[in-house]
T-cell receptor, first 109, second 114 residues
Framework: RKEVEQDPGPFNVPEGATVAFNCTYS??????FFWYRQDCRKEPKLLMS???SGNEDGRFTAQLNRASQYISLLIRDSKLSDSATYLC??????????FGTGTSLTVIP | SQTIHQWPATLVQPVGSPLSLECTVE??????LYWYRQAAGRGLQLLFY??????ISSEVPQNLSASRPQDRQFILSSKKLLLSDSGFYLC?????????????FGDGTRLSIL
């Protein structure tokens, strides 16, 4: 079983739409959770950390459900510039980070 | 502030040739360092990570090796490249000893094997 699983999509949404991505992780002892964004042929960049109580950064909201072992990312009022691949990342008790394969988002004019 | 430098940005090498990719981090001490490979359209595959000088953990058996001769320098090498070594190589760092700190990536090296 993979450490982190994501729906690969693709998600094609119109500008202004709200879109949500989910991610599940297998290790209940995982301690840290993140969402990264990766543009085509570029390196992943940290979008936001995910805190136990949930957190918001502008149009982006991240939530963590430890009981069900899933993480979500909600994007409101989608912009064309939000088009990218979104990576769910989980860190366990050691030094390794476990990456999902990513969810592709295309925002359509 | 911390920065990570990775070079070269692109590289075209013949099969059987050697490889050396270098990554350096500035503005922090004793970082955890990582090498990943990403094949086209695929997820990130962890190759090596290091928690200190000369301390390397290998995740996938292959013809690649890594070294950390200095605290903030991480080198990925191969003596003889294979066609399957093509991909996007990413170096990353995170704060050592801190669970909740994320990783930060270099710009990556796009390696093509001919």
């Amino acid at each position: 079983r993979k450490e982190v699983e994501q729906d690969p999509g693709p998600f094609n949404v119109p500008e202004g739409a709200t879109v949500a991505f989910n991610c599940t992780y297998s290790n209940s002892a995982s301690q840290s959770f993140f969402w990264y964004r990766q543009d085509c042929r570029k390196e992943p960049k940290l979008l936001m950390s995910v805190y136990s109580s949930g957190n918001e950064d502008g149009r982006f909201t991240a939530q963590l459900n430890r009981a069900s072992q899933y993480i979500s990312l909600l994007i409101r009022d989608s912009k064309l510039s939000d088009s990218a691949t979104y990576l769910c990342v989980v860190k366990g008790t050691g030094n390794q980070f476990y990456f999902g394969t990513g969810t592709s988002l295309t925002v359509i004019p | 502030s911390q920065t990570i430098h990775q070079w070269p940005a692109t590289l075209v090498q013949p099969v059987g040739s050697p490889l050396s990719l270098e990554c350096t981090v500035e503005g922090t001490s004793n970082p955890n360092l990582y090498w990943y490979r990403q094949a086209a359209g695929r997820g990130l595959q962890l190759l090596f990570y290091s928690i200190g000088i000369d301390q390397i953990s290998s995740e996938v058996p292959q013809n690649l090796s890594a070294s950390r001769p200095q605290d903030r320098q991480f080198i990925l090498s191969s003596k003889k490249l294979l066609l399957s070594d093509s991909g996007f190589y990413l170096c990353a760092w995170s704060v050592g000893g801190h669970v909740n700190q994320p990783q930060h990536f270099g710009d990556g090296t796009r390696l093509s094997i001919l």
